[in-house]
């Protein structure tokens, strides 16, 4: 009995797990783009800010090759540049298409969460 | 003495992360560990650190090599050998006893319908045309006439 209800718990952590790993894929990429959408910025200081995110805490290692995968498809332009101290700092910038992928992924992300809560029940009506 | 450590905690994390990157393209594996490496140096200096607990504090946040190699590997949209022999011996420890079931079910199923379908043929062929299994047996008696006689 107890042994199932244990198994039953870890289970269903790790489905809570499982959830926010699919929460997170296809939103993480679009918070990258916002971070860097006023000024430039580099890798250490993204990572640090996803760091004080609780809810969308990664190990800081899985941003980099996030941040290469955004160079690759064209929405963020990077370039290493000396730091007045201290070691080089990879610097990453918006580029033109990918402020129209953020521009994109704002209206639908609006729709999309609004049909969540209404079907979910967790709009502010509910 | 602390600061050799310190490197040899770092350098070996690098190359625990390289060791699973083997498929991964030339260009993404070496960015990722300039970036892995950059990333260390900048919080090393930015936070000035010294101690070997702090660097392995550091190294803890970046994650375990085996999920900072995953995530590439997903980033990459390449299957990673990571991934494809997790499959392998999930295959092979789980799911052998089922297959075997599966295969004997099949085979008993695939047995019938043979079996089904053969005598379905000698009903059409019996059917369709009378000469054809009044001949049939005659060579079989023949065959069995010298043995008989022998």
């Known amino acids: 009995m107890n042994y199932l209800a244990s198994q039953g718990t870890v289970s269903c952590m790790a489905e809570v797990a499982q959830l926010s790993t699919s929460l997170r ?26 760091g004080e995110e609780r809810n969308l805490a990664a190990s800081e290692g899985t941003i980099y090759p996030l941040l290469s995968r955004l160079r690759r498809v064209g929405w963020l332009d990077s370039k290493w540049s000396e730091s007045p101290a201290g070691p080089p700092r990879r610097y990453y910038a918006l580029t033109d298409s990918g402020r129209s992928a953020l521009e994109h992924f704002r209206g639908e992300w609006v729709s999309f969460r609004q049909t969540v809560d209404r079907l979910v029940g967790t709009g502010e009506a509910a | 003495m602390s600061i050799n450590k310190t490197d040899d905690a770092v350098g070996e994390y690098l190359r625990e992360v390289e060791a699973r990157l083997g498929s991964l393209p030339l260009l993404q594996r070496r960015e990722l560990l300039a ?17 070997e607990g702090e660097v392995l504090e550091i190294l803890e946040r970046l994650g375990s090599p085996d999920v900072v190699a995953a995530a590439a590997y997903q980033e990459a949209d390449a ?43 000698f009903f059409v062929r019996s059917d369709d045309s009378a000469p054809v299994p009044a001949q049939a047996p005659a060579p079989v008696s023949s065959q069995s006439a010298p043995s008989a006689t022998r």
């Open chain 1, 25 to 50: 894929r296809g939103t993480l990429e679009f918070c990258v783009l916002a971070m860097v959408e006023r000024e430039d910025r580099y890798g250490t200081e993204i990572v640090r800010r996803f």
């Open chain 2, 79 to 121: 299957p990673g050998p990571v991934r494809s022999s997790t499959v392998t011996t999930f295959v092979n420890r789980r799911a052998n006893p089922s297959w075997v079931l599966i295969l004997v079910i099949a085979a008993a199923i695939s047995a019938v319908v043979l079996l089904l379908g053969v005598g379905l043929m």
């Open chain 2, 35 to 51: 970036d892995l490496e950059a990333h260390i140096a900048t919080e090393r200096a930015d936070r000035n650190v010294q101690s």
